[in-house]
């Protein structure tokens, strides 16, 4: 059975592990509801989380991914990453990649403003 997972940082189209998404089909852009946080893990991958205030829309991609590729995805994650329900600006909750806040407040870089990955790193001059 396949699921809709909402991705935001290195699986994304173009970037280090997108690789691991051969085989799901990509439905789209998409963004969440303004109710998270994002952190820069290390400059390596965001770090995502929901909050009660203060949150952020994000933006991502949305896939179709069969069992197989979602057990390549979630064994290529790099540490602390985990699967959980994601609120969609559209009122839908799928499946995506979230983080501990209580690993990113305090230890890595809050990029919220900038409300994406790609975003981010273009500010940088890294696009």
């Given at each position: 059975?396949?699921?809709?997972?909402?991705?935001?940082?290195t699986?994304?189209?173009?970037?280090?592990?997108?690789?691991?998404l051969?085989?799901a089909?990509?439905?789209?852009?998409a963004k969440?509801?303004?109710c998270y946080?994002l952190?820069?893990i290390?400059?390596?991958?965001?770090g995502?989380?929901?909050?009660?205030e203060g949150g952020?829309?994000?933006?991502?991609e949305?896939?179709?991914?069969?069992?197989?590729v979602l057990?390549r995805?979630?064994?290529?994650?790099?540490?602390?990453l985990?699967?959980?329900?994601?609120?969609?600006?559209d009122g839908?909750?799928v499946?995506?990649i979230l983080y501990p806040r209580?690993?990113?407040?305090?230890?890595?870089?809050?990029?919220s403003?900038?409300?994406?990955?790609?975003?981010?790193?273009?500010?940088?001059g890294?696009?």
């Amino acid at each position: 059975m396949a699921i809709e997972l909402f991705v935001n940082g290195t699986l994304m189209r173009g970037l280090a592990l997108h690789e691991n998404l051969l085989g799901a089909k990509f439905l789209g852009q998409a963004k969440t509801k303004a109710c998270y946080r994002l952190y820069s893990i290390d400059d390596r991958h965001p770090g995502m989380f929901e909050v009660s205030e203060g949150g952020v829309s994000v933006a991502g991609e949305l896939y179709l991914v069969p069992d197989d590729v979602l057990q390549r995805v979630e064994a290529g994650e790099p540490p602390n990453l985990y699967r959980g329900p994601i609120h969609l600006s559209d009122g839908r909750v799928v499946d995506g990649i979230l983080y501990p806040r209580e690993l990113a407040e305090g230890h890595h870089k809050d990029i919220s403003e900038y409300g994406d990955w790609r975003a981010y790193f273009a500010a940088r001059g890294e696009a």
